[in-house]
């Protein structure tokens, strides 16, 4: 019977060597902040390469940057972790901030009339890629 059991199981090689990738994803959903005010951050580190990034995340001053930062780190230890590629040639290829689910308000207004309002949330995904060595 023991010999049975040991003949079933079968070593499983590690997804990256069956695979070399080349990208790893994360993405942060229903974020308590509007997409235009997500985009300001996003647009700073978009294209740059790790080091950079968090460097200028570090130094900005939006309530939303620490969170970003998170994100891509979380990006990272999919890469590094999961794909086994090398942290040193990593960038941002994509990051994006779309909308998600909107929460809907009543303000009230003068003479006991009330108007709506409109509460955004978005969703921001994150793309990082290898540098091609040349």
């Known amino acids: 019977m023991a010999e049975e059991k040991e003949t079933k199981q079968q070593e499983v090689k590690p997804v990256a060597e069956e695979k070399k990738f080349t990208e790893a994803k994360a993405k942060l959903l229903n974020y308590g902040v509007t997409p235009r ?17 968090y460097a200028i995340l570090d130094n900005t ?24 590629m090398d942290r040193d040639s990593l960038y941002i290829a994509e990051i994006t901030a779309n909308d998600a689910m909107r929460l809907k308000r009543i303000l009230p207004r003068a003479r006991g009339s009330a108007s ?17 060595a040349k």
Do not use: F, M, P
């Open 61 to 84: 001053q939006k309530l939303c940057a620490k969170d970003i930062k998170k994100l891509i780190k979380s990006a990272e230890a999919n890469a590094v972790n999961n794909y086994h």
């Open 116 to 132: 709506g309002l409109i509460k955004r949330w978005s969703h921001v995904y994150v793309t990082l890629r290898a540098k091609e």
């Open 37 to 53: 005010k997500v985009r300001l951050v996003i647009d700073l580190v978009r294209g740059k390469d790790l080091d950079t990034a």
